[in-house]
């Protein structure tokens, strides 16, 4: 079973449109809502491709009963706990893969909040990975999480992700190059690869949006390079990267990498948030280009 974090989940809407001005009045004919969070997206994934999953979100507020409606619609099993306050609402436009971008604020993550999380995580354990993923307010959740000795996931930017790394048991890191650049002061993606793998994390992961990606599992460092889709928007690409990548492990490194590859590109193609057909998946894979750089 793997278990996902999401402590500040949301309600998310998009929207295509036309074109991306900013004095345009934008009515599209259609639209997208659904309940995201970097944690909640990878336990979407998850799901999609067979994986045992529970989504453990930090809830508040009227939004927050849209997000466990929502969740339970799509079947993810879930814990909640709830916390005071509103969870975030945001909103995507996008067009032709480009987009904007806008998240409101979320609920304050207090102590009695974060012990509630801790303790529900716990109570779950044993997991094949705990995947804490996306943004917080509490500054030592994450630290307290990665503590509890399962192996973990790491998605996220913030002071505490390199305390994380030095507690240990990390199966993947998977910052972007921007996370990357603003946590340890390094652009290079293979710099950044060999820095986190050389912390101890067994997998290391540095994703460049639509540029070529990073792979490094034991001493082989792998460049992969982007699919030729038509890309949609991006939203939740790196989330169905990361599933993508924990589900296809067993299957060894080759195969994973170009799996999670296929994961991402899927998403990337699609308008809905981590929504992925395993079929659809294992095709692209097929097509995935692997430059072994280091070994």
Known sequence: MFITVTANPMVEHLFPVADLSSSNRHRPDRAWTFATGKGLNVARALKDLGEDVVAVMAVGGRRGREIVERVEAEGIRSRIVPVRGENR?????????????????????????AEALIATVRSLLP??????????????LYRRLASLGAP??????????????????????????????FM?????????ARRLHDQGARWAVVTDGAGPAIFRSGDVIRRVEPLPIRPVHPIGCGDALL???LHAMP????????????????N?????????????CHALARKVKMTVVSG
């Open 89 to 113: 609402a945001g909103a995507t436009i996008f067009h032709e893969g480009e987009h904007t971008t806008i998240y409101g604020p979320g609920p304050t993550i207090e102590d009695g909040d």
């Open 127 to 140: 997991a094949r990975a705990i995947v804490i993923a996306g943004s917080v307010t509490h500054p030592t």
């Open 152 to 181: 973990l996931a790491l998605d996220f930017c913030h002071p505490c992700f390199d305390e994380c790394m030095r507690i240990g048991n990390v199966l993947v890191a998977k910052p972007n190059r921007r996370e990357l650049g």
């Open 184 to 192: 340890y002061g390094i652009d290079d993606p293979i710099e950044g």
């Open 243 to 245: 599933a993508g990548l």
């Open 251 to 266: 299957r060894g490194p080759e195969q994973a990498v170009a799996f999670a590859m296929a994961c991402g590109a899927h």
């Open 268 to 280: 990337a193609a699609r308008p809905e948030v981590a929504h992925l057909e395993p079929a659809a």
